[in-house]
């Protein structure tokens, strides 16, 4: 703690922060740009000029930026001091000297940084007589926009880009008033985090390029905090609605998940909401259908056959659970195959021994040792793929404390430690993004991987410190694993692998034995697989042998394209044999084809839910907006009421639904205790309202249908109001809608939000956290070994090859895969084999060939893999048209017919 | 009067070659400095007082002090900053011309101090001759064994290339110049660090002036006490200096520190040409403030300068007559300072631009009353501290003196639309 | 001729003495540039890439360095390039003098190239020749003292 004193005032303060970051937390409105708070200080843009003075008597002080100054014990600063406050108005003024006179069609405007700071200045009038640079703009691709007249040169975007997210594709160019952020060439950005240069640039230079097809000003959309579906990191997002379109995502800081940061999947991925081909209205056999008929039709339905209920790894807890009560315990299932569903099992198994810690990204990022057994984080949870990068930076950055180098010194820390890196291991089939950064890679057969890890294990229990041992690469890793601090293995279900999983566990386990605590983080497929295999529902294996014994005739299908987790054959096989299919959905896809009713289901923009993410962090999505047609309904809402006519409720007799979540506790014990995670009440006696109060046209916006202002839409269930009235006051973090303060428009205005500015929200009341809460489930304690797996190839001679599914971060998941810019960067279907087998089989890169998997043949283009194993071939996990396949799996080549 | 530094440099003879430079007492110094202790030789050096000759004039045996000596500290690095880009400024060529190894024995010595084992002249692109000659005198002294090669009993060795730039006036700034080094873009480092703990590739580092280099083999061989003596003034030494502009015979010079101008002017220029009148000068370089007349008497050494409110800077003095229009110059330096703003800091990247602009509506009849308002406002808001290097308050000394001095004829501008000189 | 998608063998050699001097490669990008430069006369889209690759490092992070300095040219120029000084000492000695005679016989600015693709002109700040200004330099020559009138012959020794 240090004192120091602000304009008179004293204040206790933390030693080891700048100034900048100080006088925020304490209130101050201090402009800055280059800044940010997990970009640390660099000092170029000059806009957070202040005064310190050498002692109380000084009276003359000097200017310093408050970025790069350190607190230090009895300092006496300035922030009101008229020459620090006109060198800020002055400082702003230069920066407006090129800066267009284009707010009013500025995506920016509005929530924009620079009006924020340009207005906190007081600089108003402009003197600058002559004509503005002007420059060229470039396209990037279908996520960004570019606008680079509008840019100030604070270099965040660089810094964010280049040094915080390993872009290597954008960067500065030429010099003085000539500089340039941008491309070499133009062309597609190649970072999977490039989205986030919307929300780093405080301009409009970096805009949401999908936003702009359907622009909205901030203050005119209706937002609600969500969590992003399109992984199982849980991501919290908010999500931004206006005239019944889901408009933008925007990050929602958590400061122990994703921080300020989000993937572009994750960004980009709400386009499906939109789709062209949503389900509007239920459909009964090809037949639109609505009201009191349906309601006939499905009573009829649902009281004469016996009915098994498919749950889904991408509904909520609630509508799955929902689904459990509607068909009862014993006729619910998991939506995946056995393999995903044992893969998982095991996990909790893992989770639930209390042998092991599953870090939060904030703590992955604490890490000095990390060692990747059989994912690519950077296509399979990529914002975890970002914590990496700077766990990697931790060693070096350690060495520094020596130097006095403060740790908001970003320049100077990253001079000091050049390119060295803390130890990445990374054992995958295919080379990844994040190899370049790693000490040891290892491609190959995820057998291979897995022994590697088991061989690990053994190393680690060897005691390698012990001086008799010759040092080998085993035991040098092993070594490194036992001296690290806060090692971190991260494993997941990708690669569909058992031997990875016990492979990853045994290294974990053996480390325990050396009282060396390491974190075990594990990637699973979906936003709320974790959720959903709680709930110990039988796989689909299971479903079909028992829908066939005992005489199963419907199945109701949950939010869940099966043919993304089963062989397509045996589920065609599967719906003939039943005589009515409902399925509740968003989007038409393989599954609802093969329907006799559709439900539209309402998105998780459109309704509130719970998910539980890879760590078992439990957290709700809020809805954002009412679907505008009566017909679309939250899935747990349709099967709630499937529910009721089922026990004999007349349609006019239906009630709301209970708590759900209330419910769920209370059947299955090991959900007991959710719900505490987020409060279920407003603030002050009053809702929160998703709408700012600036929210404009109320009146008007439909006054192309009826001149008089509709009721608006009213929420019963949730803390929100669905207008701007409401309480004003600052919601708890699970239930921010949006950021804003007085004088802060833009995204920045989060710091008020903050206890200290970077650090945690205000207000967070609890965290719930299904894997950390005691269990009943008891551990097996079998050991590990390798089962070698039948399948492999060894003798590479024929046409058949091992599959391995490589999942893409733009692709592999199902519903961003929808959206219009997200689509357009998925890789074509590829069949990547090593040279050697290419020529073996003579086949070129780019070729199409054909290629068989059960009993489907699916057109690929040849793709040359140099690391995979003789007797391999990598494909893209479940990237249309490569869907309908039981992993693991096997592929054959079939001549193609000319 | 003694001239250490260009006692065997002759513009009609070739540079001494190394045989040449040994025979003249050359690389004795290194033989001595290689019996002291380091540390040793920075204390002779602090002592002596030898002032940083690339313009700021800090104390360089201090500055050699702040290096960290604990002997597991790893690579050190030692470099000349040889980028001499500032307008007016043509000192250090001279002295790598003229004798290229007085520059590498103060090198090796200096490096020695530190103990740092590999070291970089940073030589502007437009000095071949002199990166000829220094490549030609790096080769030959790690042939006879003073590079490259560890040295006597002490087993110490040094590591010498040379490295040519590609433009910019930034890399001179001794972190950009690190920068430049490193293969980035040369935009300066916040300090601290200072290279001193931190500097080429995050290692220990010290750059220096190549002249302030040149003086370290003589101290070593006469002694502080011979170097204060040197000089008329406080400072200690000689100082190289020169004159360009409308004097009879511009040139270098090297003449105790303290000399005073007009004699500079007089009994070395050679007075001004004919036909000119002296208005005033930049004693040090582009980026000091003027002198006028009023100062002729001064004497030319850090302290006495800064007096008359302008410094010392590099010692190279380019002189205003009055056929030339003091619009027009300044409007030359501002537009050298805008275009070489490395872009990092937005005050320099904008308010130079500003300035440059608004001087040149002036010179061209369309300046305002206000205008000279804002270009006041900037010489404050573009001062020490405000912007991220020396570079932007640099450019606004001598525009915060042109209005001072010259305030008439910006405002005969003005009121006139046209520029007087024209 | 360049085979432009290839660095030769005497560009690699000259650019591996320089890495060897440095701790890691693309600290001698600069180097690089300048090699290449000299080799081809400037530094074309494909050289960048050339040059990013051989130093493993991406074509931006290159090309903003390239873009940087002054002397690095990413655009065509003539056979010979002519940096005539336009800062104090020559200004002051007229340097405006030389450069309308130079536009005169040239027919070309600053940033021009001659249509014979001869001469690229540039502006260049402070030669360090003040005691001789003005000043100009073409390719490696250095002239001091210049009269306009001495202009063509000057010219003339460039073919
Ligand atoms: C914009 C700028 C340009 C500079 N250019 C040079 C230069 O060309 N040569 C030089 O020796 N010092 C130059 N300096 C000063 C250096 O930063 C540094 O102070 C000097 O090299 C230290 O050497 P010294 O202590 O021997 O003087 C420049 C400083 C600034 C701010
Ligand atoms: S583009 Fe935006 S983030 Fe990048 S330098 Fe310009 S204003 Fe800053
Ligand atoms: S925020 Fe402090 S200088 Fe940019």
């Known amino acids: 703690m240090a004192q120091i004193h602000i304009d008179k005032e004293s204040y206790d303060v933390k030693n080891g922060k700048n100034l900048l970051e100080t006088c925020l937390s304490l209130g101050y409105q201090l402009p800055y740009f280059c800044w940010h708070p997990a970009l640390n200080s660099v000092g170029a843009c000059r806009q957070c ?164 097809t359907h622009y909205t000003r901030k203050w005119d959309l209706t937002m609600a905090p969500s969590v992003c579906q399109h992984c199982s990191l849980g991501c919290n997002i908010i999500a931004g609605e206006r005239y019944g379109s889901l408009r933008s995502i925007t990050n929602r800081y958590h400061e122990a998940v994703n921080g300020y940061f989000l993937c572009d999947r994750g960004r980009y991925g709400y386009e499906f909401v939109n789709h062209p081909s949503r389900i509007q209205h239920p459909n009964v056999r090809g037949r639109q259908v609505s009201g009191k008929e349906l309601y006939t039709t499905l009573q009829d339905l649902l009281t004469s056959k016996n009915w098994i209920g498919v749950g889904s790894p991408r509904a909520s807890l609630e509508a799955n659970f929902a689904l459990r009560k509607l068909v009862g315990d014993q006729n619910f299932y998991q939506g995946v195959s056995k393999v995903e569903a044992d893969l998982l099992q095991r996990i909790l198994h893992m989770t639930h021994s209390g042998q092991i810690h599953q870090p939060s990204l904030q703590e992955i990022e604490q890490a000095d040792l990390v060692l990747i057994l059989g994912e690519d984080p950077t296509h399979s949870a990529p914002r975890m793929a970002l914590s990496i990068r700077q766990a990697v930076r931790n060693i070096p950055l350690q060495q520094t404390a020596s130097t006095h180098i403060p740790a908001w010194h970003d320049v100077a820390q990253r001079e000091y430690i050049q390119d060295t890196k803390g130890p990445l291991y990374i054992a995958y089939p295919v080379a990844s993004k994040l190899d370049e950064l790693a000490s040891y890679t290892l491609h190959d057969h995820p057998d291979v991987l897995a022994a590697f890890g088991f061989d690990l294990a053994q190393a680690i229990g060897d005691d390698p410190l012990g001086d008799q041992n010759e040092p080998t690469l085993l035991r040098n890793i092993a070594e490194a694993l036992l001296k ?60 079909m042998k028992s829908a066939k014994q005992n005489g199963i005739s419907g199945a109701i299908v949950l939010e869940n394209d099966l043919y993304r987790h089963y062989d397509a054959l045996e589920l065609d ?221 060894q003798n590479a001679t024929t046409h058949t090859f091992e599959l391995l599914p490589i999942t893409h971060i733009f692709g592999s998941e199902e519903l961003s895969g929808y959206g219009d810019a997200i689509s357009k960067l998925a890789p074509a279907p590829y069949f990547a084999i090593n040279k050697q087998e290419a020529s073996r089989l003579s086949l070129q890169p780019g070729v199409d060939i054909h290629l068989r998997i059960g009993k489907q043949t699916y057109p690929l283009t040849v793709q040359i893999g140099q690391e995979l194993p003789a007797g391999c071939a990598a494909i893209p996990y479940n990237i249309p048209p490569l869907t309908g396949i039981t992993w693991p799996a096997q592929g054959t080549l079939i001549p193609t017919t000319p | ?67 960290p000596m604990d002997p597991d500290i790893g690579t050190k690095y030692l470099i000349a900053n040889a980028d001499e880009m500032e307008p007016g400024t043509f000192k250090d060529r001279l002295l790598m011309e003229g004798n290229p190894h007085q520059l590498i024995e103060g090198m090796i010595i200096a490096a020695y101090a530190i103990q740092a084992n590999v070291s970089f002249i940073f030589l502007r692109w437009a000095y071949k001759k002199a990166a000829r000659l220094l490549e030609q005198a790096i080769a030959e002294a790690y042939d006879a064994g003073y590079l490259g090669r560890p040295m ?64 370290v083999p003589h101290i070593v061989n006469n002694g502080p006490d011979w170097f204060k003596a040197l000089s008329n003034s406080g400072d200690a030494g000689t100082k190289l200096y020169g004159v360009s502009g409308r004097v009879k015979t511009p040139g270098i010079w090297e003449l105790p520190l303290g000399t005073p101008m007009d004699q500079l002017l007089e009994d070395h220029a050679g007075g001004m040409q004919d036909g000119y009148r002296f208005r005033g000068a930049l004693p040090g370089g582009a980026s000091t403030d003027f002198l006028v007349t009023e100062h002729l008497k001064i004497n030319l ?68 009353i206000q205008d000279l308002e804002i270009l006041e406002q900037h010489t404050i808001q573009l001062g020490p501290g405000r912007t991220f290097c020396a570079l932007a308050p640099g450019a606004m000394e001598p525009l915060q003196s042109a209005l001072k001095y010259f305030r008439e004829d910006f405002e005969s501008h003005i009121s006139q639309k046209k520029c007087p000189w024209r | ?29 600069i180097e690089a540039l300048k090699i290449v430069q000299q080799h081809r006369g400037w530094v074309s889209d494909d050289s960048l890439q050339l040059i990013a690759q051989h130093l493993q490092m991406s074509t931006a992070e290159l090309d903003s360095v390239a873009t940087f300095y002054n002397l690095i040219f990413r655009k065509p120029v003539g056979r010979h390039v002519i940096l005539l000084c336009d800062s104090i000492s020559c200004y002051v000695m007229g340097y405006e003098k030389i450069y309308e005679g130079l536009q005169r016989q040239l027919q070309i600015g ?50």
């Open chain 1, 49 to 212: 000029a202040i005064k310190v003075f050498k002692d109380e008597k000084d009276t003359r002080g000097r200017i310093v930026m408050a970025c790069v100054e350190p607190v230090s014990d009895g300092l006496h600063l300035s922030v009101a001091d008229p020459e620090a406050s006109a060198f800020r108005s002055q400082n702003i003024e230069w920066l407006m000297t090129n800066h267009p006179h284009d707010c009013a069609v500025c995506d920016e405007g509005g929530s924009c940084h620079l009006q924020d700071m340009t207005v906190m200045t007081g600089h108003a009038y402009r003197r600058f007589q002559y004509p503005k640079r002007t420059h060229h703009n470039q396209y990037l691709g279908p996520l960004v926009h570019h606008e680079m007249n509008r840019c100030i040169q604070c270099y965040r975007c660089v810094r964010f880009y280049k040094d915080y997210a390993g872009g290597k594709d954008l960067d500065v160019f030429a010099a003085h008033d000539h500089v340039y952020f941008g491309r070499a060439k133009e062309g597609i950005l190649e970072s999977e985090f490039s989205g986030n240069l919307a929300e780093v640039c405080p301009t409009g230079v970096f805009t949401d390029k999908t936003l702009h």
């Open chain 1, 484 to 543: 690290a601090e806060r090692p971190l293995i991260v494993t997941g279900t990708s690669l569909i692998s058992h031997n990875i999983l016990e492979a990853a566990w045994a290294i974990a386990m053996a480390l325990k034995h050396q009282n060396k605590n390491a974190s075990l983080s594990f990637i699973l497929p979906s936003c709320n697989s974790a959720g959903l295999a709680y709930m110990e529902a039988e796989p689909l294996e299971v479903l």
């Open chain 1, 573 to 793: 096989q599967f719906f003939e044999s039943l005589e009515d299919i409902i399925v509740l959905d968003h989007l038409e896809q393989p599954t609802t084809a093969q329907a006799t009713v559709t439900l539209p289901a309402a998105t998780f923009a459109e309704t509130s839910g719970t998910l539980v993410n890879n760590e078992g962090r439990v957290q709700s999505f809020y809805q954002v907006y009412m679907p505008k047609n009566e017909d679309i309904r939250p899935s747990w809402q349709w099967l709630t009421e499937l529910y009721q006519i089922k026990i004999g409720l007349t349609p006019d007799l239906l009630y709301p639904s209970t708590p759900l979540l209330e419910e769920l506790a209370a059947s299955l014990p090991q959900f007991a205790g959710i719900g505490a995670h987020a409060p279920t009440f407003g603030l002050n006696g009053q809702k929160i309202p998703r709408e700012p109060h600036r929210y404009s046209g109320r009146t008007a916006m439909l006054a192309h249908i009826a001149v008089s202002e509709p009721r608006p839409d009213q929420d019963e269930l949730s803390p929100f109001s669905f207008t701007m009235e409401g309480s004003r006051g600052f919601p708890p973090p699970p239930l921010t809608p949006y950021y804003w303060s007085p004088g802060w428009n833009s995204n920045q205005a989060l710091n008020k939000y903050q206890i200290e500015v970077g650090g945690a929200l205000a207000g967070r009341h609890a965290e719930v956290n299904l894997f950390a809460m005691a269990s009943t489930i008891p551990y097996p304690t079998k050991k590990g070994g390798v089962n070698q797996s039948q399948s492999v190839i």
């Open chain 2, 1 to 67: 009067m003694e001239k250490p530094l260009t006692q065997y440099i002759n513009p009609n003879r070739p540079a001494l070659h190394l045989k040449e430079y040994e025979r003249v007492g050359g690389y004795s110094a290194l033989r001595k400095a290689l019996t002291m202790a380091p540390k040793d030789i920075t204390n002779m050096v602090q002592e002596a007082d030898l002032k940083g000759r690339g313009g700021a004039g800090f104390n360089t045996g201090m500055k050699w002090s702040f290096v």
């Open chain 2, 152 to 215: 006597g009993s002490t087993g110490y060795q040094l590591h010498l290339h040379l490295h040519t730039g590609v433009g910019r006036y930034i890399c001179g700034e001794e972190t950009a110049l690190l920068n430049a080094l490193e293969g980035k873009r040369a935009t300066p480092r916040l300090k601290p660090p200072f290279p001193q703990i931190s500097g080429l590739f995050g290692r220990p580092t010290i750059v220096n002036n190549v002249e302030t280099l040149c003086n």
């Open chain 2, 301 to 368: 050494d850090y302290k006495s300068v800064a007096s008359a409110g302008s410094r010392l800077g590099t010692g190279t003095m380019v002189v205003l007559d009055d056929r030339t229009c003091p619009v027009g110059f300044v409007h030359n330096l501002e537009h050298f300072f805008a275009q070489e703003s490395c872009g990092w800091c937005s005050p320099c990247r904008e308010g130079l631009p500003w300035t440059e602009k608004i001087l040149r509506s002036i010179e061209d009849g369309r300046g305002t």
């Open chain 3, 1 to 29: 001729m360049h085979i432009d998608s290839i660095l030769s063998e005497q560009e690699i050699a000259a650019i591996e003495k320089e890495v060897a001097k440095l701790p890691m490669p693309k600290a001698a990008c």
């Open chain 3, 110 to 159: 600053f940033g021009e190239t001659s249509p014979d693709g001869r001469f690229t002109l540039l502006p260049n700040a402070c030669l360090g020749t003040c005691d001789h200004a003005p000043a100009l330099m073409i390719d490696q020559d250095t002239y001091p003292d210049l009269k306009p009138e001495q202009l063509e012959a000057i010219l003339n020794t460039y073919p």
